[in-house]
Protein backbone atom coordinates (compact mmCIF):
# COMPACT_ATOMS: atom_id res chain seq x y z
CA UNK A 1 0.00 0.00 0.00
CA UNK A 2 0.73 3.74 -0.44
CA UNK A 3 3.59 4.91 2.47
CA UNK A 4 2.48 8.61 4.13
CA UNK A 5 3.23 11.22 0.52
CA UNK A 6 3.89 14.83 1.62
CA UNK A 7 3.38 17.33 -0.88
CA UNK A 8 5.63 19.87 -2.05
CA UNK A 9 8.51 18.34 -1.52
CA UNK A 10 10.90 21.34 -1.79
CA UNK A 11 9.64 25.03 -0.74
CA UNK A 12 11.25 28.50 -1.29
CA UNK A 13 9.64 31.62 0.56
CA UNK A 14 10.34 34.99 1.17
CA UNK A 15 9.91 36.52 4.76
CA UNK A 16 6.53 37.35 6.06
CA UNK A 17 5.08 35.00 3.54
CA UNK A 18 2.88 32.02 4.44
CA UNK A 19 2.79 28.54 3.34
CA UNK A 20 0.72 25.17 3.59
CA UNK A 21 1.83 21.83 3.62
CA UNK A 22 0.20 18.86 2.83
CA UNK A 23 0.22 15.10 4.23
CA UNK A 24 -1.87 12.05 3.30
CA UNK A 25 -1.82 9.61 5.91
CA UNK A 26 -1.35 5.26 4.79
CA UNK A 27 -4.96 4.82 4.20
CA UNK A 28 -6.34 3.37 7.26
CA UNK A 29 -4.70 5.64 9.69
CA UNK A 30 -6.27 8.09 11.77
CA UNK A 31 -3.99 9.94 13.37
CA UNK A 32 -1.38 12.19 11.84
CA UNK A 33 1.76 13.88 13.39
CA UNK A 34 3.58 17.19 12.33
CA UNK A 35 7.26 17.91 13.03
CA UNK A 36 9.87 20.12 12.43
CA UNK A 37 13.55 19.01 11.98
CA UNK A 38 16.50 21.65 11.71
CA UNK A 39 20.26 20.26 12.43
CA UNK A 40 20.69 22.67 15.47
CA UNK A 41 17.21 21.14 17.16
CA UNK A 42 17.03 18.10 15.92
CA UNK A 43 13.06 16.76 15.71
CA UNK A 44 10.93 18.86 17.56
CA UNK A 45 7.38 18.13 17.73
CA UNK A 46 4.49 20.51 16.56
CA UNK A 47 1.11 18.92 16.79
CA UNK A 48 -0.66 15.38 16.55
CA UNK A 49 -4.36 15.35 14.93
CA UNK A 50 -6.70 12.54 15.52
CA UNK A 51 -10.15 12.32 13.80
CA UNK A 52 -10.56 15.90 13.05
CA UNK A 53 -9.24 16.80 16.39
CA UNK A 54 -5.93 18.16 17.41
CA UNK A 55 -4.97 15.74 20.23
CA UNK A 56 -1.09 17.38 21.01
CA UNK A 57 0.82 20.31 20.37
CA UNK A 58 4.34 21.15 20.87
CA UNK A 59 6.20 24.36 22.03
CA UNK A 60 5.59 26.40 19.00
CA UNK A 61 4.22 29.57 18.14
CA UNK A 62 0.60 30.55 16.80
CA UNK A 63 2.09 31.09 13.70
CA UNK A 64 2.35 27.44 13.05
CA UNK A 65 -1.19 25.80 12.63
CA UNK A 66 -3.09 22.49 10.75
CA UNK A 67 -6.04 20.80 10.48
CA UNK A 68 -7.34 17.59 9.72
CA UNK A 69 -10.03 16.68 7.13
CA UNK A 70 -12.36 13.90 7.26
CA UNK A 71 -10.39 11.55 5.24
CA UNK A 72 -7.65 12.31 7.49
CA UNK A 73 -5.26 13.91 4.91
CA UNK A 74 -3.42 16.77 7.24
CA UNK A 75 -2.40 20.50 6.29
CA UNK A 76 -0.41 22.75 8.72
CA UNK A 77 0.21 26.11 7.68
CA UNK A 78 2.70 28.44 8.86
CA UNK A 79 2.06 32.49 8.49
CA UNK A 80 4.27 35.22 8.83
CA UNK A 81 7.12 33.33 7.87
CA UNK A 82 10.71 34.28 9.48
CA UNK A 83 14.13 33.08 8.19
CA UNK A 84 14.64 30.50 11.44
CA UNK A 85 11.42 28.42 9.99
CA UNK A 86 13.25 26.97 7.51
CA UNK A 87 13.72 23.25 7.92
CA UNK A 88 12.46 19.65 6.96
CA UNK A 89 8.97 19.38 7.72
CA UNK A 90 7.76 16.10 8.38
CA UNK A 91 4.66 14.17 8.44
CA UNK A 92 3.87 11.02 10.06
CA UNK A 93 1.00 8.65 10.73
CA UNK A 94 -0.27 6.09 12.48
CA UNK A 95 -3.48 4.13 12.81
CA UNK A 96 -4.10 5.49 16.29
CA UNK A 97 -3.36 7.40 19.38
CA UNK A 98 -1.81 4.75 22.03
CA UNK A 99 1.07 2.83 21.48
CA UNK A 100 1.54 2.63 17.73
CA UNK A 101 3.98 2.59 15.47
CA UNK A 102 4.33 5.92 12.85
CA UNK A 103 5.29 6.24 9.27
CA UNK A 104 7.01 9.11 8.16
CA UNK A 105 6.82 11.12 4.43
CA UNK A 106 9.58 12.19 2.59
CA UNK A 107 8.89 15.92 3.81
CA UNK A 108 8.79 19.11 2.97
CA UNK A 109 12.09 21.12 2.75
CA UNK A 110 11.09 24.70 3.69
CA UNK A 111 13.71 27.52 2.80
CA UNK A 112 12.78 31.05 4.15
CA UNK A 113 14.58 33.76 2.32
CA UNK B 1 10.44 21.69 31.01
CA UNK B 2 10.68 17.79 30.40
CA UNK B 3 13.22 17.01 28.21
CA UNK B 4 14.74 13.43 26.74
CA UNK B 5 18.49 13.48 26.51
CA UNK B 6 20.66 11.25 24.02
CA UNK B 7 24.35 10.41 23.93
CA UNK B 8 26.77 10.25 22.31
CA UNK B 9 25.60 12.77 19.55
CA UNK B 10 28.31 11.01 17.25
CA UNK B 11 29.92 7.95 16.99
CA UNK B 12 32.66 6.52 15.00
CA UNK B 13 32.84 2.78 14.98
CA UNK B 14 35.46 0.85 13.00
CA UNK B 15 32.76 -2.11 10.78
CA UNK B 16 32.58 -5.10 13.36
CA UNK B 17 32.76 -3.06 16.44
CA UNK B 18 29.76 -2.65 18.71
CA UNK B 19 27.62 0.53 19.22
CA UNK B 20 25.23 1.94 22.01
CA UNK B 21 23.12 4.99 22.44
CA UNK B 22 21.61 6.37 25.29
CA UNK B 23 18.50 8.48 26.09
CA UNK B 24 17.29 9.50 29.49
CA UNK B 25 14.07 11.60 30.62
CA UNK B 26 13.52 13.90 33.03
CA UNK B 27 10.32 12.37 33.49
CA UNK B 28 9.11 8.77 34.04
CA UNK B 29 7.53 7.82 30.64
CA UNK B 30 4.76 5.53 29.32
CA UNK B 31 6.76 4.54 26.00
CA UNK B 32 9.75 4.96 24.34
CA UNK B 33 10.31 4.41 20.39
CA UNK B 34 13.61 4.23 18.51
CA UNK B 35 14.26 5.33 15.01
CA UNK B 36 16.55 5.29 12.31
CA UNK B 37 17.52 7.91 10.11
CA UNK B 38 19.34 7.82 7.11
CA UNK B 39 21.54 10.40 5.72
CA UNK B 40 19.07 12.51 2.99
CA UNK B 41 16.01 10.08 4.30
CA UNK B 42 13.13 10.61 6.60
CA UNK B 43 12.88 8.24 10.26
CA UNK B 44 11.99 4.62 9.74
CA UNK B 45 10.16 2.96 13.12
CA UNK B 46 12.44 0.34 14.65
CA UNK B 47 10.71 -0.62 18.29
CA UNK B 48 8.57 1.10 21.05
CA UNK B 49 9.27 -0.06 24.61
CA UNK B 50 6.89 0.01 27.09
CA UNK B 51 7.24 -2.12 30.14
CA UNK B 52 9.85 -1.82 32.70
CA UNK B 53 12.81 -3.26 32.44
CA UNK B 54 11.39 -4.86 28.54
CA UNK B 55 14.51 -5.79 26.26
CA UNK B 56 13.25 -6.51 22.81
CA UNK B 57 16.06 -7.53 20.07
CA UNK B 58 15.64 -7.56 16.75
CA UNK B 59 18.91 -9.22 14.71
CA UNK B 60 21.96 -7.22 16.20
CA UNK B 61 19.77 -4.62 17.34
CA UNK B 62 19.10 -4.80 21.28
CA UNK B 63 16.53 -2.60 23.03
CA UNK B 64 16.40 -1.51 26.58
CA UNK B 65 13.87 0.28 28.93
CA UNK B 66 14.85 0.97 32.14
CA UNK B 67 13.35 -0.20 35.37
CA UNK B 68 12.09 3.24 35.79
CA UNK B 69 11.08 4.12 32.92
CA UNK B 70 13.34 6.98 32.39
CA UNK B 71 16.13 5.87 30.56
CA UNK B 72 16.54 3.54 27.24
CA UNK B 73 19.27 2.67 25.07
CA UNK B 74 19.57 0.63 21.83
CA UNK B 75 22.85 -1.45 21.07
CA UNK B 76 23.95 -2.91 17.92
CA UNK B 77 26.11 -5.59 17.55
CA UNK B 78 29.14 -6.20 15.14
CA UNK B 79 28.02 -3.38 13.26
CA UNK B 80 27.57 -3.34 9.39
CA UNK B 81 28.06 -0.44 7.08
CA UNK B 82 24.00 -0.55 6.55
CA UNK B 83 23.61 0.78 10.31
CA UNK B 84 24.93 3.90 9.24
CA UNK B 85 22.92 7.04 10.26
CA UNK B 86 20.82 8.64 12.91
CA UNK B 87 18.82 6.99 15.75
CA UNK B 88 16.42 8.59 17.60
CA UNK B 89 14.64 7.65 20.76
CA UNK B 90 11.62 9.54 20.88
CA UNK B 91 9.96 9.62 24.41
CA UNK B 92 6.43 9.63 25.04
CA UNK B 93 4.25 11.18 28.53
CA UNK B 94 0.97 12.38 28.95
CA UNK B 95 0.16 12.64 25.51
CA UNK B 96 3.54 14.44 24.73
CA UNK B 97 6.32 13.13 22.51
CA UNK B 98 9.96 14.50 22.80
CA UNK B 99 12.80 13.35 20.58
CA UNK B 100 16.01 12.81 21.55
CA UNK B 101 18.42 14.83 19.10
CA UNK B 102 19.77 11.90 17.68
CA UNK B 103 23.22 9.79 17.80
CA UNK B 104 25.21 9.91 14.13
CA UNK B 105 26.55 6.81 13.72
CA UNK B 106 29.40 6.64 11.13
CA UNK B 107 31.27 3.29 10.09
CA UNK B 108 35.04 3.16 9.35
CA UNK B 109 35.55 0.36 6.54
Known amino acids: KAGVTQTPRYLIKTRGQQVTLSCSPI?????VSWYQQTPGQGLQFLFE???????NKGNFPGRFSGRQFSNSRSEMNVSTLELGDSALYLC????????????FGQGTRLTVV | GQQVMQIPQYQHVQEGEDFTTYCNSS?????IQWYKQRPGGHPVFLIQ?????EVKKQKRLTFQFGEAKKNSSLHITATQTTDVGTYFC?????????FGKGTRLHILP
Open chain 1, 92 to 103: ASSRGLENTEAF
Open chain 2, 49 to 53: LVKSG
Open chain 2, 90 to 98: AGKWDDKII
Open chain 1, 27 to 31: SGHRS
Open chain 2, 27 to 31: TTLSN
Open chain 1, 49 to 55: YFSETQR
